[in-house]
């Protein structure tokens, strides 16, 4: 795991790109919550996402260590993809991102403006990780993966910021996908050498991670069928897993409803768009609102990136 000086080079990088995002206590969602809270705006980045830190991390040490690589190509539901398009072109690197059938229509089209070549293919992440493989193998690309160390030491930054700003955080909620963004926290945490709890989030239908945690080792489910899609993951990191099982302190299940009850809030106490991942944190904070009473929160709010239309009849189901 990453000490504070490797997370502040790595901050120092980022920064190059972006400027800390900022962390806000808002009065209303206070209220609502019955506690002190601090969002972490990850929405406020250039791509509405934390992703980006691991991206610049990542190519950034790619084009060092491999000065003929000519570009790059994941498999992505869309942040991931975002953060390594922009990353890319900050490198003059191609980036092929694959991405499942009925994926964002929005997302794809952010990552077609920031010059990545878009291919659609099988019907989830997981599949689509594959022809992901086949197609850098055949153009001689390098296959970027979706969680690395390098990945975790970019987005840790986030967490680096935060509890710079809030050193008196009881617990940090963070939204569980493939995990760079808890790893990263509990890195942060660490590296600070705090004692804040980092409690994990993942919705009811995409429950690799909250099966797997209470397991104590992977466990992979058949699908992962959320509205949540930075969440909708349904085979574990075994390198992931052995972070979170070593620095998490809880794994907590929400439901669609209430990550869309949640996006509602966020909207109404602080006029911030959150996608469903974004908004979970918040979700499962709304659920322990009695076991947390009293104490002082931080809330990942790690994206904004959702459809208009699914937006509008999330807020329409008010």
């Known amino acids: 795991m990453d000490d504070l000086a490797t997370l502040e080079e790595a901050a120092t990088l980022v920064h190059?790109?972006?400027?800390?995002?900022?962390?806000?206590?808002?009065?209303l969602l206070c209220k609502r919550a019955g506690t002190k809270v601090w969002v972490k705006h990850e929405n406020h980045t250039p791509i509405g996402a934390f992703k980006l830190r691991g991206g610049l991390v990542y190519l950034d040490a790619l084009r060092r260590e491999q000065p003929r690589v000519t570009g790059v190509v994941c498999a992505t539901r869309g942040n991931h993809g975002q953060s390594v398009a922009f990353a890319a072109g900050v490198q003059g690197l191609q980036a092929v991102i694959v991405v499942p059938h009925g994926n964002s229509v929005e997302k794809n089209q952010a990552m077609r403006a920031l010059g990545a070549e878009l291919i659609e293919h099988s019907h989830d992440f997981v599949a689509a990780v594959p022809h992901a493989r086949e197609i850098a193998?055949?153009?001689?690309?390098?296959m970027m993966p979706s969680y690395d160390p390098l990945l975790v030491r970019g987005v840790a930054t986030y967490g680096l910021e935060l509890l710079r700003a809030a050193p008196d955080l009881d617990t940090i909620y963070v939204p569980i996908g493939l995990g760079s963004g808890i790893c990263g926290t509990i890195t942060a945490r660490d590296a600070l050498g705090l004692k804040t709890k980092v409690v994990g989030v993942v919705a009811e239908?995409?429950?690799?991670?909250?099966?797997?945690?209470?397991?104590?080792?992977?466990?992979?489910?058949?699908?992962a069928e959320t509205m949540a899609d930075g969440v909708a993951v349904r085979v574990p990191d075994p390198a992931a897993l052995a972070v979170i099982l070593k620095g998490c302190e809880r794994v907590i299940?929400?439901?669609?409803?209430?990550?869309?009850?949640?996006?509602?809030?966020?909207?109404?106490?602080?006029?911030?768009?959150?996608?469903?991942?974004?908004?979970?944190?918040?979700?499962?904070?709304?659920?322990?609102?009695?076991?947390?009473?009293?104490?002082?929160?931080?809330?990942?709010?790690?994206?904004?990136?959702?459809d208009t239309s699914v937006y509008q009849g999330v807020l329409a189901a008010a």
Not at 253 to 263: G, Q, R
């Open 16 to 27: 190059r790109y972006m400027p800390p995002t900022p962390q806000y206590s808002w009065p």
């Open 205 to 223: 239908r995409a429950a690799a991670y909250s099966l797997s945690f209470a397991a104590g080792k992977p466990v992979a489910t058949n699908s």
């Open 137 to 142: 193998e055949a153009r001689g690309l390098h």
């Open 253 to 306: 299940t929400v439901t669609d409803d209430e990550i869309k009850a949640a996006m509602r809030a966020y909207f109404a106490d602080t006029h911030n768009v959150a996608e469903g991942a974004g908004a979970a944190p918040l979700a499962a904070l709304l659920q322990e609102r009695d076991k947390m009473a009293g104490k002082t929160v931080g809330l990942i709010l790690s994206g904004g990136n959702v």
